[in-house]
């Protein structure tokens, strides 16, 4: 089965930027959708962002104007940048994606902690 990993999380002070990446074992760019989720401790996993291959990119409401997913065909890989982090969005970010309608199982997520 396709196995997903994410990378790029780290520590930024609120109002900074991280750009994480997510790239497959085999090609993402037949996978639909692909996205993002995230969880913080003691909360459940939200959606944050899909990308479809028509193109449509629905967010959540909390990242709205703030992140930026998008399909990197040059890397094969699925991004979000993240702009204007606040320390709410503190989190493990997991990349989420579906082959021929079957949820592929998560990756084991990376950090992003937004502190001061």
């Known amino acids: 089965q396709v196995q997903l990993m994410e990378s790029g999380g780290g520590l930024v002070h609120p109002g900074g930027s991280l750009r994480l990446s997510c790239v497959a074992s085999?090609?993402?760019?037949?996978?639909?959708?692909v996205g993002w989720y995230r969880q913080a401790p003691g909360k459940e996993r939200d959606l944050v962002a899909y990308?479809?291959?028509?193109?449509?990119?629905p967010y959540a409401n909390f990242v709205k104007g703030r992140f930026t997913i998008s399909r990197d065909k040059a890397k094969d890989a699925v991004t979000l940048q993240m702009n204007s982090l606040k320390p709410e969005d503190t989190a493990v970010y997991y990349c989420y994606a579906k082959e021929r309608g079957i949820h592929i199982n998560w990756g084991p997520g990376t950090q992003v902690t937004v502190s001061a």
């Open positions: 990308s479809y291959l028509t193109g449509q990119t």
């Open positions: 085999g090609s993402i760019s037949n996978l639909n959708p």
